[in-house]
T-cell receptor, first 111, second 114 residues
Framework: SQQGEEDPQALSIQEGENATMNCSYK?????LQWYRQNSGRGLVHLIL?????REKHSGRLRVTLDTSKKSSSLLITASRAADTASYFC???????????FGGGTRLMVKP | KAGVTQTPRYLIKTRGQQVTLSCSPI?????VSWYQQTPGQGLQFLFE???????NKGNFPGRFSGRQFSNSRSEMNVSTLELGDSALYLC?????????????FGSGTRLTVV
């Protein structure tokens, strides 16, 4: 079963705009990770945030984590057409040996 | 550094047959896990191996099995295939014994059962 849900399920924006995706989860976690998937291919790891961290940056990506609300958000700034993909959040439990995925957000960036 | 390699990329099988999928992790990665992705159920965890031992198994029937070899390469097997087994099967490897550093995924094997 999936850990939680992502919101929105689909997002369409213009190039240059920012894209924000939200993720909620249900149980205690060790860390939360975000992945990108292009057209049914493999997943690409974007960023990992640990349960004791609140915010993390990587290039144009900013991730926040609120463990009290069991939620996370991924912000992509100055989006590009190449950012068009599905984005998934995934949590790692305290046993630390499996990923539990959300349902994903389909992002379309129009040139 | 070579990535995670999954073979074959595509596979078409008939109901009732069995199939074996292969995954070669990144050199030095000892943890290999498998996921099934379908439009209806999304990404679901199948099982995870570390040093040839299955440490965790998802909620799948016994028709789904796997193993890991001493060189960390892993195979998963699905017996008595059903139409609902049609999916993208993804393998991921990670360094160490926990998911604390992220996972590297292969490109997947797309299985179609007819």
């Amino acid at each position: 079963s999936q850990q939680g849900e992502e919101d929105p399920q689909a997002l369409s924006i213009q190039e240059g705009e920012n894209a924000t995706m939200n993720c909620s989860y249900k149980t205690s976690i060790n860390n939360l990770q975000w992945y990108r998937q292009n057209s049914g291919r493999g997943l690409v790891h974007l960023i990992l945030i640990r349960s004791n961290e609140r915010e993390k940056h990587s290039g144009r990506l900013r991730v926040t984590l609120d463990t009290s609300k069991k939620s996370s958000s991924l912000l992509i700034t100055a989006s590009r057409a190449a950012d068009t993909a599905s984005y998934f959040c995934a949590t790692v439990n305290n046993a630390g040996n499996m990923l539990t995925f959300g349902g994903g957000t389909r992002l379309m960036v129009k040139p | 550094k070579a990535g995670v390699t999954q073979t074959p990329r595509y596979l078409i099988k008939t109901r009732g047959q069995q199939v074996t999928l292969s995954c070669s992790p990144i050199s030095g990665h000892r943890s290999v896990s498998w996921y099934q992705q379908t439009p209806g159920q999304g990404l679901q965890f199948l099982f995870e191996y570390f040093s040839e031992t299955q440490r965790n198994k998802g909620n799948f029937p016994g028709r789904f099995s796997g193993r890991q070899f001493s060189n960390s390469r892993s195979e998963m097997n699905v017996s008595t295939l059903e139409l609902g087994d049609s999916a993208l099967y993804l393998c991921a490897s990670s360094v160490g014994s926990t998911g604390s550093y992220g996972y590297t995924f292969g490109s997947g094997t797309r299985l179609t059962v007819v």
